[in-house]
């Protein structure tokens, strides 16, 4: 229950930071490690197992698009 808890309260700083203009890039993993904390869970372990591993394969994943969107905004 209290794990449920840590991912609402993760999501809500997260929409709540995002609303005020921070940079989603780094509330991510912020939001990530609150909710690894109300979780009990190791937060190192965490953070580098589950989190850095989901995000490097969505951003390899999505480079393509990436790369395009920066080529064309540049233009």
């Keep these: 229950m209290l794990g449920l808890a840590g991912i609402l309260v993760g999501l809500a700083l997260l929409i709540g930071l995002a609303y ?3 940079s989603v ?3 991510a993993p912020l ?3 609150v909710a690894a904390a109300f979780a009990s869970e ?3 372990a965490h ?5 850095m591993g989901s995000a490097s394969r969505f951003l390899m994943q999505f480079f ?3 790369l395009l969107g ?3 905004g540049k233009l």
């Design 47 to 51: 953070w580098t197992q589950t989190f």
């Design 70 to 72: 920066a080529l064309f």
């Design 20 to 22: 005020r203009g921070w």
């Design 25 to 27: 890039l780094l509330l």
């Design 42 to 44: 190791p937060l190192l």
């Design 64 to 66: 393509p698009i990436f």
């Design 31 to 33: 939001a990530a490690l």
